[in-house]
């Protein structure tokens, strides 16, 4: 069965940078028609896709954040990884990673496996 | 302000059926498929309904989704009270070229 497990710094301070690596599990990340990416949820507040990322390191990035994120591909392990410069507080959210099914098209898919979340704080 | 426009709340009570819309345009909603997600209190998001009325296996057909235009709609019926959670709506917009969400409804089993 399929798992995805986050692993990061739970603080991080202003203006630095925010890293993350999601670990797969369970079935390999070079697996065809998926992507793999991240999605943030801010406290009390909706979801919010940041980007995904295929095993070649085709990548699909939320235009309003993508002047700051990178997200890259480790398929030796099995893991892929966020970073989001120049935080400020409000990127402090619960940081998922999930599986994304592509259909026909990238814009065409579904995030079908989810990772539990990890909690980041932008803080001093 | 999201880009999908859910109302932030709806109620039931056991056994009654629920609706929860979905309101794009035509970047979004109305030219991409729309996705439907659960999020139980203090759990990640799990997929309910995807391509605008499939649903994965595992998940009740309780469940129903549907699109007309640039709306969609997710029918829960014969409620129950473990339904009590956040429901948020998806969809590839074109012109932002990104992947929106619904601000999400809070669904309360009375």
């Known amino acids: 069965q399929l798992q995805l497990q986050e692993s990061g710094p739970g603080l991080v301070k202003p203006s630095e940078t925010l890293s993350l690596t999601c670990t797969v599990s369970?079935?390999?990340?070079?697996?065809?028609?998926?992507?793999w990416g991240w999605i943030r949820q801010p406290p009390g507040k909706g979801l919010e896709w940041i980007g995904s990322i295929y095993y070649s390191g085709s990548t699909y990035y939320n235009p309003s954040l993508k002047s700051r994120v990178t997200i890259s591909v480790d398929t030796s392990k099995n893991q892929f990884s966020l970073k989001l410069s120049s935080v400020t507080a409000a990127d402090t959210a619960v940081y998922y990673c999930a599986r994304r099914k592509v259909l026909l098209w990238f814009g065409e898919g579904y995030m079908d496996v989810w990772g539990k979340g990890t909690t980041v704080t932008v803080s001093s | 302000q999201s880009v999908l426009t859910q109302p932030p709340s709806a109620s039931g009570t056991p056994g009654q059926r629920v609706t929860i819309s979905c309101s794009g345009s035509?970047?979004?909603?109305?030219?991409?498929?729309v996705n439907w997600y659960q999020q139980l209190p203090g759990t990640a998001p799990k997929l309910l309904i995807y391509s605008n009325n499939q649903r994965p296996s595992g998940v009740p057909d309780r469940f129903s989704g549907s699109k007309s235009g640039t709306s969609a709609s997710l029918a829960i019926s014969g409620l129950q009270s473990e339904d009590e959670a956040d429901y948020y709506c998806?969809?590839?917009?074109?012109?932002?070229?990104?992947?929106?969400f619904g601000g999400g409804t809070k669904l309360t089993v009375l």
């Open positions: 035509s970047s979004n909603i109305g030219s991409n498929t």
């Open positions: 998806a969809a590839w917009d074109d012109s932002l070229n990104g992947k929106v």
């Open positions: 369970g079935g390999s990340i070079s697996s065809s028609s998926y992507y």
